[in-house]
Every structure is written in structure tokens, then in C-alpha cells.
């Protein structure tokens, strides 16, 4: 058992897995949402975590995860007007970053925000309501190229 810090190359969010790009440069080590101590919606590409590693006859497995900062200490959840921001692409920063440049999402990162903002904003919503409102966010943001296709 070793212990590890990497960034995270992609993260299903309805799946709850993911895969981890180790600074040890082996291979990617697998993540499952079970083993990772914090709010699911932050792991997003680019997201910085340690873990605990296990190898086994599959690959890499993480364990114990949690998200860290730059300096390698424990990141507090991304925090704009008074609410933990879906996905931790923090909403104080807007639609762009901090080059200008817009991020385009995965449809599932896309579809998974979306939820969670209506979920946020209007709890009495039906999941028939919602999954029809997704869908034409979703094909406006395709038209848009705000999603990978």
C-alpha cells in the first residue's frame, strides 16, 4: 500500500468513477466516488487529490481520496454567492477562466451541472420536469459549442 497525488484526467459523475493521471507517472489509477471524501460534483479534470493506492491483477485502485491544493494541503470546497458551485468550476470566475477562453464540457459534466443548478433552484421540480429541460439545454449548448459532441 502507497500513498499518491495526481490529477484527475476524467470523472463520470452518474457512473460515480473516474481515473487519476498519478504524479509517479505510472499507470492511471482508477477512483470510485465510495472512496473519496468530499462533495463528488469537484472531481473535474484537472482537479488535484492524494490518495492511498492498492494494486491489484486490474490496475491501480484509490482509496482514501481527498481533494489538496497547489501547496498539497486539503482544498475547501469552491464557494460562490454563499453556496458549494456544482462540479467546482467556481462561479465567481463566470463563463470564462482566467485566459478569456470558455471551458466546453463533456455532455455528461454539462448534464450533471445543469442538474444539480435545478435541483438547487427549484426543488419541487418533477424528474420528468427536469430530464425535458436538460435535453433543450443541452441541444442549446451543442448548437453553441459549449459541449463536446
Sequence with gaps: MASGTGTILKFDGMRGFGFIAADDGGEDVFLHTSVFSGDPGTLVPGARVEFQIIANDRGRKAFAAH??????TAA??????????PSGR???QGATGDDGV???LSRDEFTHDVTEVLLSA??????DQIVRVRASM???AEKRGWVDL
Design 138 to 140: 443541452l441541444e442549446f
Design 67 to 72: 481533494l489538496i491544493d497547489g501547496d498539497g
Design 76 to 85: 475547501p470546497a469552491p464557494v460562490a454567492n454563499g453556496h458549494v458551485t
Design 90 to 92: 467556481g462561479a465567481a
Design 122 to 127: 427549484a426543488p419541487d421540480l418533477t424528474g
Design 102 to 104: 470558455c471551458d466546453v
